[in-house]
């Protein structure tokens, strides 16, 4: 992750400790209305159960290092910020 910066309204903490990660590409599925993300155990330090978020594509953040990171902030159950590399289209 050399180089990517999360923006200090997004993320609590640091790399290691904090609520921001970035997640497997399978975990996020584009949708017609944006972004489909779906965490399990395992995906990010911060959930112990499955999720199921929804995200209109104007909420996404731009990824300057092409890959998907998303921030889980006061809990598990609240994305606050998603990053996702341009779309193509």
Same mark, same amino acid.
């Given at each position: 992750?050399?180089?990517? /910066? $999360?923006?200090? %309204? ?17 975990? &996020?599925r584009?949708?017609?209305?944006? %972004?489909?993300?779906?965490? /399990? @155990?395992?995906?990010?330090?911060? &959930?112990?159960?499955t999720?199921?978020?929804?995200? @209109? ?12 990171h ?12 998603? $990053? ?6």
């Amino acid at each position: 992750m050399s180089g990517f /910066k $999360y923006d200090s %309204y997004c993320c609590n903490g640091n790399n290691h400790t904090g609520d921001c990660q970035r997640i497997p590409t399978r975990n &996020v599925r584009i949708t017609s209305g944006g %972004y489909e993300i779906i965490l /399990k @155990p395992g995906d990010h330090r911060l &959930v112990t159960r499955t999720h199921d978020f929804q995200l @209109p594509q104007s909420e996404a953040r731009r990824s300057t290092d092409s890959e998907y990171h998303i921030c889980l902030y006061p809990t598990e159950d609240t994305l606050r910020c998603f $990053y996702a590399p341009d779309m193509g289209f």
